[in-house]
């Protein structure tokens, strides 16, 4: 069993940035997958970006405005999303994700980006 939590969203002004973070906890050695997804009101959850096998991926949306990153620590895996140049567009609840090599699946409840002036 995993855990995930994700925290950081909030409020912002376009143009400006924000840093979310997911925690995961519980049986980490055995995730294999990391990565962050965002569903914005009306429309499909989508992917973002995620780390497999320490190869991070975005898509072409927010290439070169986010920057996701990883974090061990003894008894838990930090998966962070730093966010640039945020545009209204990037308005969504955003989810963090994490796979095992038992291939099984865990979110998060989620954390509200809002960008908006």
């Known amino acids: 069993q995993v855990r995930v939590v994700e925290s950081g969203g909030g409020l912002v002004q376009p143009g400006g940035s924000l840093r979310l973070s997911c925690t995961a906890s519980g049986i980490i050695f055995s995730i294999n997958v990391m990565g962050w997804y965002r569903q914005a009101p009306g429309k499909e959850r989508e992917l973002v970006g995620g780390?497999?096998?320490?190869?991070?991926?975005?898509v072409d949306s927010v290439r070169g405005r986010f920057t996701i990153s990883r974090d061990n620590a003894k008894n838990m895996v930090c998966l962070y999303l730093q966010m640039n140049s945020l545009k209204p567009e990037d308005t969504a609840v955003y989810y963090c994700?994490?796979?095992?090599?038992?291939?099984?699946?865990?979110w998060g409840q989620g954390t509200q980006v809002t960008v908006s002036s």
């Open positions: 780390i497999t096998n320490g190869i991070i991926n975005y």
């Open positions: 994700r994490v796979g095992t090599t038992a291939n099984s699946v865990y």
